[in-house]
DNA sequence: GATTGACTCGTACGGCGTACCATACGATGG
DNA sequence: CCATCGTATGGTACGCCGTACGAGTCAATC
C-alpha cells in the first residue's frame, strides 16, 4: 500500500554547520516547556477559535512533534483548562486600595471580568464547564469580600455573587458568540423581516441589531445593583 | 471483500407475507423523517451529553444507515439546531390571559424557559452560539410585548431585556454544568481546604455548596426585576 | 416496460485524540 | 570509559469522527 499521505516534510536534524555555534536560539524554537505550549495554544484559539485547536495544529506552531506535548500535558482538556486560567488573572484595581467605594470596585473587577474574555472569545463559553481554576476563584473571593465589606448579610452574600456572575457570565458568553458570526445577526434580520407579523415587538425596537454591547451591559449592571442597593443600603 | 462491520441486521424488504397484511408498524422501524431523527436526536443528547451525539449514533438508534440522515437533515449542526428549537417551545402562562401582572407573567415564562434547559442540559450552553431559532424568538417577543406594556420606555427596552436574558443564561448555563459534574464540585471544595488561606471569605460561605439553585435563581432574579421596577414604575 | 424521483446506505477519505514504543541525550556513579 | 537512568522527543498506528460520492431499491407515472 503505497503512502499517498501529504507532505510531512522531513525536518532536517538540528546539525546545520558545526562551524557556526549554535548561539542560543536563533531559530531552532526555544523547547518546549509547559508555558510556552499555553501561550500558543492561546495564540490558537484567538486566531483560530475553540473547533480550531488541535493538538496537531498546536504542535506544528510549536515547531515539535504532536507527542511531545503530552509529556508537559496530560491531554486537551488540560490544555483548555490552562490556556483559561491564563486568560482570567486579575491585577487588581487600578488606584490606591482604600478610597473607592464598593460599587466602583465591583464594577471595575466585573467590567475587567468580562474584558479578558471578549479578548479571547473562546474563553467565555468555555468557564463554565472547566472546573474553577485559581485565578476565577480569586475573583470570587475578591467580589465576596469587597460585598461582605459593603454590608450584605452573610445569608444574602451568595445570593449577590451567584447574581452578579449569572448576569456577566450570559452577557459575555452572549457578546462573544455573536461577535464571532455577524452574519448570524443579517440573517435573523432578514428572518425577522421576512416574518414581520410574528415578531412586531422586537422587531420594532431592532433588538438583534443593537450594537452598544458596552453600553447595555452597564446599565444592565446597574439595574442589578440597584436592586442590591436598594434592599442592603438604602 | 467481506464486510467486516458489525450487526447492521439485514431488513428485510417490507415484504413479508403478502396474506397478512402489513399492519401499521409491527417492529420494523417507522419510516425516517426529520421528526423521529430530531426527536432521537434529543434523546441521545439526554442521555449522553453534546459529545454523545455523533451521526453514527444517532443512526444506530434509528436502526438506519448513516448517510441515510443526510436525506433529512444538512448536516450535524442542522440537528443541533433543530434540537435545540424543539426544546424551547413555549405554551404560555397557565391562567386566562389578562388578570395577571406584568411582573408574575415575566417570571412564569422565564422559570419554564430555565426548566426546560435545565431538562435537557446540553440545551443551554448550546444556544448562545447557534442562531436565534423560532421558539426563542418568540420567547423574547412575548417579553418585550410584557414589559412594553408594562411602561417601559421604547429606550430602556433593550437593556431590560437583554439584562433579563443574560441573567437567565448565566444562571442556566452555569447550573447545568456544574449538573453534569458533582465531582467538581467536591474537587472545588477539596481545593479551597487545601488552600484555605487563600479563599477565606468563599469556603466560609460555602458558596460552591450551595445548593439551592432555585431559590438563588429567583431571589437573583427578584433583585434584577426590583432594579427594573424602581426605576420604571416607582 | 422505461423513466423518474424519493429515499437508503456501503465505501472511502481526511482529520482527530492519544496509546505505545523507540530513540536521543545529559547526568550520575561504578 | 562504559553502564544506567531520568528527561524529553516524536513516529506509527488504532479507533473514532463528519460527510462526499455514487450505487442501489422501490412506487408512481407515462
Not at 482538556?77 to 484595581?93: C, H, I, M, Q, T
Not at 458568540?177 to 416574518?195: M, N, V
Not at 449592571?221 to 442592603?232: A, E, F, I, P
Request: glycine share 8%; hydrophobic share 40%.
Amino acid at each position: 500500500m503505497a503512502a499517498k499521505r501529504t507532505g510531512a516534510r522531513s525536518k532536517q536534524p538540528r546539525r546545520q554547520s558545526e562551524t557556526l555555534q549554535p548561539e542560543q536560539e536563533p531559530r531552532g524554537e526555544p523547547p518546549l516547556s509547559r508555558e510556552r505550549i499555553i501561550a500558543t495554544a492561546v495564540e490558537l484559539l484567538d486566531a483560530q477559535g475553540v473547533d480550531g485547536l488541535t493538538m496537531r495544529r498546536l504542535a506544528d506552531r510549536l515547531g515539535s512533534g504532536v507527542m511531545s506535548l503530552y509529556w508537559h500535558v496530560d491531554n486537551k482538556e488540560d490544555v483548555f483548562d490552562l490556556a483559561l486560567d491564563s486568560v482570567l488573572e486579575y491585577r487588581g484595581p487600578p488606584q490606591t486600595g482604600e478610597s473607592r467605594d464598593w460599587r466602583a470596585e465591583v464594577v471595575h473587577m466585573l467590567d475587567d471580568w468580562r474584558g479578558g474574555m471578549l479578548r479571547h472569545p473562546w474563553s467565555a463559553s468555555l468557564l463554565p464547564r472547566r472546573a474553577l481554576g485559581p485565578n476565577i476563584l480569586g475573583r470570587l473571593e475578591l467580589l465576596s469580600k469587597t460585598l461582605a465589606k459593603a454590608g450584605v448579610a452573610d445569608a444574602d452574600l451568595n445570593v449577590a455573587i451567584w447574581s452578579l456572575w449569572n448576569y456577566v457570565m450570559g452577557a459575555t458568553i452572549t457578546r462573544a458568540s455573536f461577535d464571532l458570526s455577524d452574519d448570524d445577526r443579517a440573517a435573523a434580520q432578514q428572518r425577522l423581516e421576512r416574518l414581520g407579523e410574528s415578531y412586531p415587538t422586537i422587531e420594532r425596537s431592532r433588538l438583534l441589531l443593537d450594537d452598544d454591547w458596552e453600553g447595555t451591559f452597564r446599565k444592565g449592571l446597574g439595574l442589578l445593583l440597584d436592586g442590591l442597593s436598594s434592599r442592603y443600603d438604602p
